[in-house]
């Protein structure tokens, strides 16, 4: 396993380690509780106040792509933020569940192997992940091919 990682030496601020891009955090209740949506709301309200620089995402009232619940999505672009963000969110996030992964470009990894969590884990649809991935890898392929004729 490579340990290394990539540091700032010219500007003093820290990046992210390749091949991280960004950091999403998804946000989990269940459609049923509206107990759950309505603690939902008080923390994406909260968050959007404390933490403006990230990127807010609506409420999904129903399952979205891979995740099973309803939710509200959370982007971290540097890594300030994310030293800021996620130990409030770990103080803060109350009875939902929390999913925090990297962007790096291997969306079943990233949901997966590289997946951090706050509270209960959620079970994800990861072959719909990993054939939405195998999908993109062919399209690039293809696109590849074309531009080489």
Same mark, same amino acid.
């Given at each position: 396993m490579n340990m290394t990682? @990539?540091?700032? @030496?010219?500007?003093?601020?820290?990046?992210?380690?390749?091949?991280?891009?960004?950091?999403?955090?998804?946000?989990?209740?269940?459609?049923?509780?509206?107990?759950?949506?309505?603690?939902?709301?008080?923390?994406?309200?909260t968050a959007a106040a404390l933490f403006p620089q990230l990127w807010h995402g609506k409420m999904w009232d129903r399952p979205v792509g891979p995740h099973p619940y309803s939710m509200f999505e959370i982007d971290i672009h540097n890594c300030a933020d994310f030293a800021a963000f996620v130990p409030w969110l770990a103080l803060h996030h109350g009875s939902l569940s929390v999913l925090i992964h990297p962007q790096t470009g291997d969306d079943v990894a990233d949901h997966t192997k590289h997946a951090l969590w706050l509270g209960q884990p959620v079970p994800l649809d990861i072959g719909l992940l990993a054939e939405f991935q195998q999908k993109q890898q062919a399209a690039a392929t293809t696109e590849a091919g074309a531009a080489s004729s």
């Open positions: 990682t @990539t540091a700032s @030496t010219t500007t003093g601020t820290a990046q992210w380690p390749h091949p991280i891009t960004s950091y999403d955090v998804h946000i989990y209740w269940l459609p049923s509780s509206k107990a759950q949506r309505a603690e939902a709301m008080a923390l994406k309200d």
